[in-house]
Antibody, heavy 119, light 112 residues
Framework: QVTLKESGPGMLQPSKTLSLTCSFSGFSLSTSGMVVSWIRQPSGKSLEWLAAIDWDGDKYYNPSLKSRLTVSKDTSNTQVFLKITSVDTADTATYYC???????????WGQGVMVTVSS | DVVLTQTPSILSATIGQSVSISCRSSQSLLDSDGNTYLYWFLQRPGQSPQRLIYLVSNLGSGVPNRFSGSGSGTDFTLKISGVEAEDLGVYYCMQATHAPWTFGGGTKLELK
């Protein structure tokens, strides 16, 4: 059974660094073709793809945010991390991680973690 | 970035009615490998998105066959043949042909 779960700080102040963790089970990120992505959704708005990391350790970023994003994974291939530097109120959103395998994009999603940026 | 325009933004339907949602892309989504990376998702209230359709017309695992997808190039359609109460929520199309991957603005399906 494939499951993903996001965790994060809940709230942080502007200019700080946001650190998110996606913990998953039921698959391994070392499997050929496997990719884990981060996607966010401000309240009442659409979805925005942020970043992804694949089974080979290759990383992909949305150019609109690339300078502020870092995606990584742990050596056991069961967790993926996302850091966003210099956050501001526009980064307030629910953050999801989602799995893809080859051209089977986003077949499983986590429940999402809400992050509020406020002073 | 590729812009996906969904119409209508709000869709009112009765139970049992058949409805369609359009997704129009600013660029062709036909990839050089011959695939068209167009996907459909449903987000029920308070839930994460769930994938319905992959590669334009392929039904995801466990998705009822009242859902169907069609289209090519820049124009795509999601059809629900006989809306059920559990289908209410916001529908999104997404493309993964051109980086960065992008989503449409969403279509809210509500009861009339």
């Amino acid at each position: 059974q494939v499951t993903l779960k996001e965790s994060g700080p809940g709230m942080l102040q502007p200019s700080k660094t946001l650190s998110l963790t996606c913990s998953f089970s039921g698959f391994s990120l070392s499997t050929s073709g496997m990719v884990v992505s981060w996607i966010r959704q401000p309240s009442g708005k659409s979805l925005e793809w942020l970043a992804a990391i694949d089974w080979d350790g290759d990383k992909y970023y949305n150019p609109s945010l690339k300078s502020r994003l870092t995606v990584s994974k742990d050596t056991s291939n069961t967790q993926v991390f996302l850091k966003i530097t210099s956050v501001d109120t526009a980064d307030t959103a629910t953050y999801y991680c989602a799995r893809s395998i080859y051209n089977n994009y986003f077949d499983y999603w986590g429940q999402g973690v809400m992050v509020t940026v406020s002073s | 970035d590729v812009v996906l325009t969904q119409t209508p933004s709000i869709l009112s339907a009765t139970i049992g009615q058949s409805v369609s949602i359009s997704c129009r892309s600013s660029q062709s989504l036909l990839d050089s490998d011959g695939n068209t990376y167009l996907y459909w998702f449903l987000q029920r209230p308070g839930q994460s998105p769930q994938r319905l359709i992959y590669l334009v017309s392929n039904l995801g695992s466990g998705v009822p066959n009242r859902f169907s997808g069609s289209g090519s190039g820049t124009d795509f359609t999601l059809k629900i043949s006989g809306v059920e109460a559990e289908d209410l929520g916001v529908y999104y199309c997404m493309q993964a042909t051109h980086a960065p991957w992008t989503f449409g603005g969403g279509t809210k399906l509500e009861l009339k």
